[in-house]
């Protein structure tokens, strides 16, 4: 089976660790300092076959999500791991935002991270 790393620069890697392991509740799965000029985290679910990476390169700039609109959708069907997922979050500090597309309001709640690229929280089964 295909595994999916998403993979991103940050200026902010501290915070960004806290969104998404504090907040959305992923694991830290390895982390590296000075790998060829870049520190970074991994994040996920143990054997799932995902990752996210978080890189920073010291003396380098990334900024901000270029858009409102970039962002990550994690389906939640189960009414209590939805709302363990949101109280989560909201524990950790980070309040919910109205979402740019307004359909993702309808049965989820969308976090901004610390770079400003935005995470839903959605409230439903992944149907295609």
Known sequence: MPK???ARPTDQLA????FYRD????TELASFT???GFDG???GAPQAPYHLEFTHQPGHHVG???TADHLLVFYLPERSEWEAAVQRMQAAGFAPLPAYNPYWDQLGL???DP???HVVLQHSAWAL
């Open 64 to 66: 901000r999500a270029p």
């Open 115 to 117: 770079d400003g690229y």
């Open 23 to 26: 907040g959305l509740g992923l």
């Open 34 to 36: 000075a790998h060829n």
């Open 15 to 18: 915070a960004v660790l806290c």
């Open 110 to 112: 969308t976090f901004e």
């Open 41 to 43: 985290v991994m994040l």
């Open 4 to 6: 999916l790393r998403v």
